[in-house]
């Protein structure tokens, strides 16, 4: 099975946001409405949206058609990034704030600014149970079982606004802007604001394809703590086969998304087992559902678990790419899109009465962040778990 290409324009058509200029007009699809006000989407658009929800419900992931997403915004970006990671590690540094925190939980570390390799820890690397589901693994699946924290950068920028009341509010701080970068702030801002953009579409597409409101989803992200974050692998230190830059792990948000990589080496599991390479086509955008996702679904969804690993097509694309005298950096242009901090995680509608239910029992959404850094080591020393017992979240030690 492969991933799904789909295109998201006849559904931007129909909710005015096409961006194909003045003249566009909305697709001729109109729904109709129920007598109690809901609206009544056509066949085709309903199918859409199905395809939506199944392919993150079947696969983890789907690949998406945006046009309001243009893909030399992607590449300018992509060219900044790679500029600013080809900088010496001290000037990089300069860039990091490991004491910048929420109020509520003081060592909440690295949220904003620069993430040096060496920090981040794939959940693989410190839970014992899933490296156990790892070796039962037929050997042509089988991931890499990470043997320590990954060995790539990442850069932290908060895309989107913040609620003026919270219980998770974060340190009034200026946005970590490197020096010697005019176009950081607007180019940041801009294709992180797109990205945002489709989740949004994505979310309220899934929405209607599970038979829940088309805002079910998308009422929830309001305000939520998105985040740019942008990856930086050295190649011309680390470009041998196997290495691992991103270990076997899920993603702890609801919806992450990503813009082309120039340098492949992206696999993710489906929910059958299976092993698939990614290959996002020119000017498409990769969706992988998340933790959050998850838990709004009651486990019907599950969150993708995916790694990033130099293989014989990257070892081609680092040739390549240093014969044309081009940067042997390879930068994912990723946004996590969260679920706001103080809302609620707890199964939506009909996936309450799922058997998988109890499972997933309400949690503040910021709590279940703040545990799941604590297990990826963005959060103190300390590994967490999560012990929702009773519906209640505690921080545990390991070891």
Not at 273 to 280: C, F, P, Y
Not at 289 to 296: D, F, I, S, T, Y
Not at 374 to 388: H, M, P, T, W
């Amino acid at each position: 099975m492969e991933v799904p290409v789909i295109d998201l324009e006849p559904y931007l058509k129909f909710t005015g946001r096409s961006g194909c200029g003045s003249d566009s007009k909305r697709d001729p699809i109109e729904p109709a409405c129920k007598p109690n006000g809901e609206l009544e989407y056509s066949p085709d658009l309903k199918s859409l949206c199905e395809e939506v929800a199944q392919s993150l419900k079947q696969t983890g992931a789907l690949v998406v058609r945006d046009p309001r997403c243009p893909a030399e915004v992607n590449d300018r970006f992509l060219d900044m990034m790679e500029t600013y990671f080809e900088k010496p590690n001290d000037f990089k540094r300069q860039q990091e704030r490991p004491h910048l925190h929420y109020q509520v939980c003081p060592h909440l570390h690295y949220q904003v600014g620069v993430t040096p390799e060496g920090v981040e820890l794939p959940r693989a690397a410190v839970d014992q149970d899933m490296q156990m589901k790892i070796q039962d693994v037929p050997e042509e699946y089988r991931p890499h079982i990470p043997v320590g924290a990954d060995p790539k950068w990442r850069y932290m920028w908060r895309v989107g606004p913040r609620p003026l009341e919270t219980r998770f509010k974060e340190l009034n701080s200026d946005p970590v802007v490197p020096e010697g970068f005019p176009e950081w702030a607007d180019t940041m801002d801009g294709w992180g604001s797109m990205m945002i953009s489709t989740v949004e579409v994505v979310a309220e597409m899934a929405g209607i394809g599970f038979g829940l409101s088309k805002d079910s989803f998308t009422s929830l992200m309001q305000q939520g703590p998105h985040v740019l974050a942008p990856t930086g692998s050295d190649l011309s230190r680390h470009g041998k086969e196997g290495i691992v830059f991103a270990g076997y792990h899920y993603d702890l948000n609801f919806l992450t998304i990503h813009g082309r990589s120039r340098f492949p080496g992206l696999y993710i599991w489906l929910r059958n087992g299976q092993k698939v390479e990614v290959r996002v086509p020119i000017g498409c955008l990769l969706i992988q559902a998340g933790k959050q996702l998850e838990w709004l679904t009651g486990g019907d969804c599950r969150s993708g678990m995916h790694e990033v690993v130099v293989t014989t097509r990257t070892l081609a694309a680092i040739e390549a790419a240093r014969q044309a005298g081009k940067s042997l950096w390879r930068v994912s242009s990723t946004v996590f899109g969260h679920i706001a901090s103080d809302a609620i995680l707890q199964p939506l509608g009909h996936f309450a009465k799922s058997p998988l239910a109890q499972n997933y029992p309400p949690i503040c959404a910021g709590d279940f962040v703040e545990l799941e850094l604590a297990a990826i080591n963005l959060k103190g020393k300390q590994d967490g778990v999560l012990n929702l017992e009773n519906g209640n979240c505690e921080q545990q030690t390991v070891g």
